[in-house]
């Protein structure tokens, strides 16, 4: 099958969701890592990045928590921060962690000489990031060339922020960009990313939301639409999430909402909390809300599913907004791979977890006192 190519933030949630998700699901992966604008606050931290600090942070995280399997790094939200030196700092430092780590250009890094370090060995080689709305094909090989890389060892990633997803016949145009790719020259793989979660959190305070994946559907129907090979086109989305990656900032910080986006077939559903009152009993409320909506897939689906399950019945702390975020991408990404699978019938093992002990009546049963179980224990996860 092909591989899911997530676009995540090397951010605290999302390093260790890709970290701890299984391994069968974790070798289906090639996710784009984006490292984040330097003057957000990194969770870590507690405070922005210092330039040497995003140059070698980020190669030690993906080192941790992505050290074996391929991924790419899409460093131009901090490229002009850091400059051509904290570049070449920043990715010796990251390929040196994981030798099959990608660099990331956009085209007018395909003309930048200081690229030409970055490329492996191996293919894929090099990475391009272009926005749909800007895709020029002779430009795009004009910078191959002065790179020296041959288009058969480049991924293209074809980003669709922004894209009226929900627009009918919209497949259509996006099938046309495939297309154009594909007949320009044989490449390695062409990635569609997209996502079609909003901005802002959509559900409103102790409410629910369902946001419909339209990136996927659209996805699907441009595939059948074009006439590129569907084994040389890959998928990708923002996981339940914008596709922006520059948010405005609110004068004295937001307060992160209390919430969980959970995956299920076609959307995303968003369950918030109470924004006052306790934290655990807020959290403890939106994974009851889950587990009770008949959309729960199973304590079992992934280790994301296990934490639901235990806090939402009282057992685990709330835990924090960056473990919220966690567990949103690790559900999400087991999802979404054993959904590629489903298509070419591949199929991926559940977790597993121990029962819930029962506890036994200390007095014999009798017809007038049925028997009944105790309040479960979690003892595994």
Same mark, same amino acid.
């Given at each position: ?78 490229? =002009?921060?850091? $400059? ?43 990475? %391009? ?47 046309? %960009? ?16 997209? =996502? ?70 076609? =959307? ?45 019945? $009282?057992?685990?702390?709330? $835990? ?20 590629? $699978? ?40």
């Amino acid at each position: 099958m092909q591989p899911y190519h997530p676009a995540l933030r090397v951010k605290q949630g999302e390093c260790t969701a890709i970290a701890k998700i299984a391994r069968d699901i974790q070798r289906q992966i090639q996710p784009r890592f984006i490292i984040p604008p330097p003057k957000e606050s990194d969770p870590a931290k507690g405070r922005p990045l210092t330039p040497d600090e995003i140059a070698y942070e980020t190669g030690r995280r993906i080192g941790k928590n992505w050290p074996f399997e391929v991924a790419f790094l899409d460093a131009q939200y901090v490229a =002009s921060f850091l $400059g051509d030196s904290g570049l070449r700092t920043l990715f010796r430092t990251a390929q040196y962690q994981n030798g099959k780590l990608v660099a990331v250009a956009t085209v007018d890094d395909l003309f930048n000489p200081t690229f030409a370090a970055f490329l492996r060995a191996s293919a894929p080689r090099v990475a %391009i990031f272009v926005p749909y709305e800007k895709v020029d094909t002779k430009r795009i090989l004009d910078g191959m060339k002065s790179l020296g890389c041959a288009p058969e060892d480049c991924v293209i990633f074809v980003d669709f922020n922004k894209a009226p997803f929900e627009l009918e016949g919209i497949e259509i145009a996006v099938a046309a %960009i495939f297309d154009e790719i594909a007949a320009a020259a044989q490449w390695h793989r062409i990635v569609f990313q997209g =996502s079609s979660f909003p901005k802002t959190n959509p559900a409103k305070a102790k409410g629910t939301f369902t946001v419909t994946r339209h990136e996927w559907d659209v996805f699907q129907a441009a595939i059948k639409e074009c006439s590129v090979s569907p084994n040389l086109i890959g998928y990708g989305d923002y996981g339940p999430d914008s596709s922006e990656i520059k948010f405005s900032k609110k004068k004295g910080g937001a307060v992160p909402y209390r919430h969980i986006r959970y995956t299920i077939d076609g =959307s995303n559903l968003v369950v918030r909390g109470s924004d006052t009152g306790a934290q655990a009993s807020a959290m403890k409320d939106v994974c009851q809300t889950i587990l009770t909506s008949g959309k729960f897939l199973g304590r079992d689906f992934s280790y994301a599913d296990e934490a639901i399950y235990q806090i939402g019945n $009282g057992r685990w702390s709330a $835990g924090t907004p960056s473990m919220w975020r966690e567990w949103n991408m690790a559900h999400h990404m087991t999802y979404i791979v054993r959904q590629l $699978g489903a298509q070419e019938g591949k199929t991926f093992e559940f977790g597993r977890f121990s029962k819930d002990a029962e506890q036994s009546s200390l007095w014999p049963e009798t017809e007038d006192e049925p028997s009944g179980t105790g309040p479960e224990v979690a003892v595994g996860g």
